[in-house]
Structure formats: structure tokens, C-alpha cells
């Protein structure tokens, strides 16, 4: 069993600045994958944020300059940082991790129960 908590949502004014959390615990061997998605209200799931075991992110040119992704592998904890917050950037957002379970080594796709971002004046 793997879980995924998102923490650090909340209102913000546009302009602002939230920090989310993202912690996975359970049987893990290694987190591959760890990405941050968002789905606003009448909207698709999209990618905000993505980053690589080794460190590589990617971005769509929405968030790109203003949201960073970073890891702690010793923690198995992600974050997502994001500035110059936009009303459009309200949505519930979504931590989802790819990882590898313990003793079977097999892929595990995990989503957190999302937290929300609120930009508003």
C-alpha cells in the first residue's frame, strides 16, 4: 500500500505565493515519477509540474517562470512552488507519484486526494 498527502492549499491573492506539499509513504522502494496536476471546475486534469528521479522537470508554458517543482527523495515528500499567483490558477491540485514497491519492485501509479488553490482577490 502507498498513500499520497497534499498539503498547503488555500486562498491566496493574486500576485501571492503558496507553497504545496506532497508526501508519500508506505511500501516504497524508489518514487520514479513525482508530478503535480491541476483540474479547475468544468475543466480537464492537466499537468502543472513534473520531475524525474534524477532531478529533470518539465512545465507548460502556463506555469513556466512562475511554479517550481523540487524533491526530497530522503523524504519521499515533493513540492510545488508556485508565485505571481493568477486567478486562473485556481483548481484543486494533485500530487500523483509513480512508484516502486518494495520486494516486487513493481510500477505503482498513486494519486493524492488533491488539495485546493484558491486565487481571488
Known amino acids: 500500500q502507498v498513500q499520497v498527502v497534499e498539503s498547503g492549499g488555500g486562498l491566496v491573492q493574486p500576485g501571492g505565493s503558496l507553497r504545496l506539499s506532497c508526501s508519500a509513504s508506505?511500501?516504497?522502494?524508489?518514487?520514479?515519477?513525482m508530478g503535480w496536476y491541476r483540474q479547475a471546475p468544468g475543466k480537464e486534469r492537466e499537468l502543472v509540474a513534473s520531475?524525474?528521479?534524477?532531478?529533470?522537470?518539465n512545465y507548460p508554458d502556463s506555469v513556466k517562470g512562475r511554479f517550481t517543482i523540487s524533491r526530497d527523495n530522503a523524504k519521499n515528500t515533493g513540492y510545488l512552488q508556485m508565485n505571481s499567483l493568477k486567478p486562473e490558477d485556481t483548481a484543486v491540485y494533485y500530487c500523483?507519484?509513480?512508484?516502486?514497491?518494495?520486494?516486487?519492485?513493481?510500477?505503482?501509479?498513486?494519486w493524492g486526494q488533491g488539495t485546493l488553490v484558491t486565487v481571488s482577490s
Open positions: 500523483n507519484v509513480l512508484v516502486v514497491v518494495t520486494f516486487t519492485h513493481r510500477y505503482l501509479e498513486v
Open positions: 508506505g511500501s516504497i522502494f524508489k518514487i520514479n515519477t
Open positions: 520531475i524525474t528521479s534524477g532531478g529533470t522537470t
